[in-house]
């Protein structure tokens, strides 16, 4: 099946400090890529999506300028949340989706922010 | 506004027992996915249904799909342990963006 890999799996900074989030796709080209955030025993809110060579759509209540997103190539999407605080700490997962349009979902960046 | 409701949302049974749990969305949708979780681990795909009707099993669990009552379901059969877990219906609207239900976790008991 469909390989989504994230870097890191986990992550811990220091409050306002950036911090970059990788997703690929290993084996397909994804024209379109999700970005999820999920906090302890919650479900996964759909924080993004991003088709690639284009500016992401944001979900009504994500700040853009604190999570940015790009989608450079057809293999790799970035999230980079910028200043972060500790209410940024969650588990973020990203999910790909080529022609098919099944999204196939990363192993998940865990982020703690001190 | 897209509403996947999903009960229990907590569920504990013993080995060997039989048990569904239930997913309802409240806006016609092309396809509907069933995903488990395990504690601290990202999602691992189970099944993806696309037509009213539609049945599909593995193992231990098997899932349906009404596209008319908006309702999928989830039956286990004969629960091990190893099934213990959260799982989650995600329903797909607008192409492929998918609304997830909250999760129903479940605790196998021996």
């Known amino acids: 099946g469909a390989v989504v890999s994230q870097h890191p799996s986990w992550v811990i900074c220091k409050s306002g400090t950036s911090v970059k989030i990788e997703c690929r796709s290993l084996?397909?080209?994804?024209?379109?890529m999700f970005w999820y955030r999920q906090f302890p025993k919650q479900s996964l809110m759909l924080m993004a999506t991003?088709?690639?060579?284009?500016?992401?759509?944001?979900e009504q209540g994500v700040e853009k300028d604190k999570f940015l997103i790009n989608h450079a190539s057809l293999t790799l999407s970035t999230l980079t949340v910028t200043s972060a605080h500790p209410e940024d700490s969650s588990f973020y997962i990203c999910s790909a989706s080529g022609l098919a349009e099944t999204q196939y979902f990363g192993p998940g960046t865990r982020l703690l922010v001190l | 506004e897209l509403k996947v409701e999903q009960n229990p949302l907590f569920l504990s049974m013993q080995e060997g027992k039989n048990y569904t749990i239930y997913c309802n969305y409240s806006t016609t949708s092309d396809r509907l996915y069933w995903y488990r979780q395990d504690p601290g681990k990202s999602l691992e795909s189970l099944f993806v249904?696309?037509?009213?009707?539609a049945v599909k099993q593995e193992g231990r669990l098997m899932a349906s799909l009404d596209t008319k009552a908006r309702l999928s379901t989830l039956h286990i059969t004969a629960a091990v342990h190893d099934l213990s877990a959260t799982y989650f219906c995600?329903?797909?609207?607008?192409?492929?963006?998918?609304?997830f239900g909250k999760g129903t976790k479940l605790s196998v008991i021996p």
């Open positions: 249904l696309l037509s009213n009707g």
């Open positions: 084996d397909f080209q994804a024209t379109t």
């Open positions: 991003s088709n690639e060579g284009s500016k992401a759509t944001y």
């Open positions: 995600a329903v797909d609207i607008q192409g492929y963006q998918l609304t």
